[in-house]
């Protein structure tokens, strides 16, 4: 016989002994897609002025149905109006990664829009 598993109890607020913020227990089901929000702010410096982009990160409770990852930012402004529209986006395993990833479109593409600084 091999080896027998033994189970450690999971104290409260830590999972795989790592912590875990308590708002995390309030999802139910992850179709509800509770998250948390975390600000940014960006300055997109070009040509006819500045403009100024908020971020938002949703960090889910659970990845929603259909993704891996728990963490997406998104800009509140699209950039590239008169070819090709894009609203800047990121998905990530952290903050980081995710507001990277939509920092980047903001970076890559031209703000053609009105409400330049």
Same mark, same amino acid.
């Given at each position: 016989?091999?080896?027998? %598993?033994?189970?450690?109890?999971? &104290? $409260? ?8 913020? &308590?708002?995390?227990? $309030?999802?139910?089901? +992850?179709?509800?897609?509770? #998250?948390?929000?975390?600000? /940014?702010?960006?300055?997109? +410096? ?6 100024? /982009? @908020? ?5 889910? #409770? $659970? =990845? =929603?149905?259909?993704?891996?990852? +728990?963490? /997406?930012?998104? $800009? ?8 090709? =529209?894009?609203?800047? !986006? ?5 903050? #980081?990664?995710?507001?990277?990833? !939509? #920092? +980047?479109? %903001? @970076?890559?593409? =031209?703000?053609?829009? &009105?409400?330049?600084?």
């Amino acid at each position: 016989m091999g080896t027998p %598993i033994s189970y450690q109890p999971v &104290e $409260a607020g830590l999972v795989e002994g790592l912590p875990v913020s &308590e708002w995390k227990f $309030a999802q139910v089901d +992850r179709s509800e897609e509770l #998250a948390e929000l975390h600000f /940014f702010s960006i300055k997109k +410096r070009q040509t006819g002025g500045d403009v100024n /982009f @908020r971020i938002t990160v949703k960090e889910f #409770a $659970a =990845p =929603p149905p259909g993704q891996h990852l +728990r963490y /997406f930012a998104e $800009a509140d402004k699209k950039v590239n109006q008169t070819t090709a =529209p894009i609203r800047p !986006c990121g998905w990530g395993d952290s903050v #980081a990664e995710a507001l990277s990833g !939509c #920092a +980047r479109l %903001i @970076r890559q593409f =031209p703000y053609e829009g &009105e409400d330049l600084d």
